[in-house]
């Protein structure tokens, strides 16, 4: 069971906005800054989208961005494309004992 | 560029023990702190580990404390992760990750993974 919540599933038609939730406590996603936003796509290894709830990587497009309210972290993207459909993933510290938590993921799909 | 490869997974029975090698190049590797994903066939991602840049934190998921132990060589730039007592339910792809701080506040960069299947 995963400590952050997640939507299971999530979809867009090419060029619309979604937005995916995470939902923690004040433990991890509202006490610290450190959420972050990976994309896996199937058969591949996970990649960093997003840190520290707003940075994005070098080479990571602008089309995808990253907020938090409260116990709640959300990645949108913007301007859809075929080649967002994939699996997110949020991860957030969440302190010295409880180091890193992680939401169950999202599978995103491009209608 | 950063490097991350995995090693040393393998097919193993229930109740043994095996070590995970990560090897790292293209960073200061004594830089930054180092953690263990996981992820189960057909299923999510799971974080299992994670330690400082010196060693002096480590911390682990819930499902491997007393179990699992991390840990690095700065001298080799290598992550490690001894898994003893391994059930069926530890099968699963296994990912080095670096983090971007010298505390381990979660992943930023991944390896490509090593397959650790546990079965009889």
């Known amino acids: 069971q995963s400590a952050l919540t997640q939507p299971p599933s999530a979809s867009g038609s090419p060029g619309q906005s979604v937005t995916i939730s995470c939902t923690g406590t004040s433990s991890d996603v509202g006490g610290y800054n450190y959420v972050s936003w990976h994309q896996q796509r199937p058969g591949k290894a996970p990649k960093l989208i997003i840190y520290?709830?707003?940075k994005r990587p070098s080479g990571v497009p602008d089309r995808f961005s990253g907020s938090k309210s409260g116990n709640t972290a959300s990645l949108t993207v913007s301007g859809l494309q075929a080649e967002d459909e994939a699996d997110y993933y949020c991860f957030s510290y969440a302190g010295n004992n409880n180091d890193v938590v992680f939401g169950g993921g999202t599978k995103l799909t491009v209608l | 560029e950063v490097q991350l490869v995995e090693s040393g997974g393998g097919l193993v029975q229930p109740g043994r023990s095996l070590r995970l090698s990560c090897a790292t190049s293209g960073f200061t590797f004594d830089d930054y702190a180092m953690h263990w994903v996981r992820q189960a066939p057909g299923k999510g991602l799971e974080w299992v580990s994670g330690i400082s840049w010196n060693s002096g934190r480590t911390g682990y998921g819930d499902s491997v404390k007393g179990r699992f132990t991390i840990s690095r060589d700065n001298a080799k730039n290598s992550l490690y992760l001894q898994m003893n007592s391994l059930r069926v339910e530890d099968t699963a792809v296994y990912y080095c990750a670096k983090d971007s701080s010298y505390a381990p506040v979660g992943p930023f960069y991944w390896g490509q993974g090593t397959l650790v299947a546990v079965s009889s």
């Open positions: 520290e709830v707003t």
